[in-house]
């Protein structure tokens, strides 16, 4: 049973440049979720993706976009970087349907701006 | 945005005795409560949910809630060393199944052999 898998591992990128991290959430998961680490803080909420809608969103500049495609994978853009945006990138997913359900992350992206 | 606040510690205990870490959180309307292990540069992992008033035991971790005081609390039994890492306190923000997770900044546990 794979569990959430984010691609690529690392990143190194300039300011300017544009991402795009990718996620595949657990088997029988259908919401995908996104948060930032910074270093020595907790995640922090950026949106969720359900039926390829973005349901929530949380205190992100609009340079922060993503999509969900309808196998439920999910993309993270993020345009314009800035230093600041140097963090883990997670991916959470969860099921809609099965009641109160705990969100299980991947192994994040690390995202490095130069 | 709702609070959750943990102390950062780092919290240092002796191997083999009880590691207490606290978390408290500001939205009353929050059901849902879950503690996460994070190792140094690697991903946060789930080892407790808990959604109802008391307490919730699963092997060497008890998790408890007092909504009414808007506090939950984890124990770790007989610490270990590989118990190292940093526990992030998570709240599910509103009273729906699937919102958002607001994290405390986590607190650091060192367990000394």
């Known amino acids: 049973d794979a569990g959430v898998t984010q691609s690529p591992t690392h990143l190194i990128k300039t300011r300017g440049q544009q991402v795009t991290l990718r996620c595949s959430p657990k088997?029988?998961?259908?919401?995908v979720s996104w948060y930032q680490q910074a270093l020595g803080q907790g995640p922090q909420f950026i949106f969720q993706?359900?039926?390829?809608?973005?349901?929530q969103r949380g205190n992100f500049p609009d340079r922060f976009s993503g999509h969900q495609f309808p196998n439920y994978s999910s993309e993270l853009n993020v345009n314009a970087l800035l230093l600041g945006d140097s963090a883990l990138y997670l991916c959470?997913?969860?099921?809609?349907?099965?009641?109160?359900?705990?969100?299980?992350f991947g192994d994040g992206t690390r995202l490095s701006i130069l | 945005q709702k609070e959750v606040e943990q102390n950062s510690g780092p919290l240092s205990v002796p191997e083999g005795a009880i590691a207490s870490l606290n978390c408290t959180y500001s939205d009353r309307v929050s059901q849902s409560f879950f503690w996460y292990r994070q190792y140094s540069g690697k991903s946060p992992e789930l080892i407790m949910s808990i959604y109802s008033n008391g307490d919730k035991e699963d092997g060497r971790f008890t998790a408890q809630l007092n909504k009414a005081s808007q506090y939950v609390s984890l124990l770790i039994r007989d610490s270990q060393p590989s118990d190292s890492a940093t526990y992030l306190c998570a709240v599910r923000y509103g009273s729906s199944n699937t919102g958002k997770l607001i994290f405390g900044q986590g607190t650091t546990l060192q367990v000394k052999p």
């Open positions: 993706y359900y039926e390829e809608e973005e349901r």
């Open positions: 959470a997913s969860s099921s809609e349907g099965r009641g109160n359900q705990p969100q299980h």
């Open positions: 088997s029988g998961h259908d919401t």
